[in-house]
């Protein structure tokens, strides 16, 4: 009897240590969150395909919120509104036409960074700011949320982070607030409102020459 009782319980120890075995955390779980999915490793592409895109649009992941989604590589873009700076300058004042393409803050945001670092007091309608204390220097220097690759929006992420995120009632982002975008054209910078019941959720063109809020996002 005593044989028999170990050896039941030498198979049921087997069968669990089995079971731990092959247990693989970055397979979609249903029985976690999609958080949690995401924090266990479960590829972004392996868990929509279980959930759909929609359901991952406004959760706080990465250091922001979730706007934007590859469907190609499932990369994820998150944002989040940065108050701490108040409202900051745009810097120089040159001639530029930046990518307006939902991704391509990061390269505008450096190539903007570049063209601060020039005299631009010596070009037509230049203006040389003089300070560190710009937008894009502020965005490409910033350590958040346990972050350091935060750069400002083109003007089609910042319309996404308004539709996906914003009028969802998610997000942290300020509706008296007008952000500056990183699309450009020529002399002219693109800003966005997050007001609902106006203006807000449309990119349109300012100026150089006035002061807004940030809203910063990373790419990962």
């Known amino acids: ?14 069968i669990g240590c089995e079971d731990d075995a092959q247990f693989d955390p970055t397979l979609f779980n249903t029985e976690l969150s999609i958080i949690e999915n ?22 706080e992941f990465g250091g922001g919120f979730i706007f934007h989604i590859d469907a190609i590589d499932g990369t994820l873009m998150v944002a989040r509104d940065y108050p701490a700076a108040g409202n900051v300058v745009w810097g120089d004042h040159f001639d530029l036409i930046t ?19 020039e005299d631009n007091s010596l070009v037509a309608n230049g203006f040389e700011f003089g300070s560190d204390d710009y937008v894009f220097k502020i965005a490409l220097d910033l350590k958040h949320e346990g972050f350091d690759d935060w750069f400002i929006p083109s003007s089609a992420s ?51 020459f006035d002061v807004n809020g940030i809203l910063v996002v990373r790419k990962f």
């Open 1 to 14: 009897m005593k044989n028999i009782l170990f050896l039941l319980f030498v198979s049921i120890s087997f």
């Open 38 to 59: 995401l924090e266990n490793g479960v590829p972004v592409l392996d868990i929509t395909s279980q959930t759909g895109i929609d359901a991952l649009y406004g959760l």
């Open 99 to 117: 990518s307006s393409a939902i991704g391509d803050g990061l390269e505008n945001t450096q190539l903007l960074v570049n063209m601060n670092a």
């Open 158 to 208: 910042m319309k996404a982070i308004f539709d996906n995120v914003h009028a969802k009632g998610m997000g942290n982002f300020n509706q008296t607030y007008i952000y500056w975008t990183s699309s450009k054209e020529g002399y002219y910078p693109y800003v966005m409102g997050f007001n609902l019941n106006s203006w807000g959720g449309e990119a349109f063109t300012g100026s150089c």
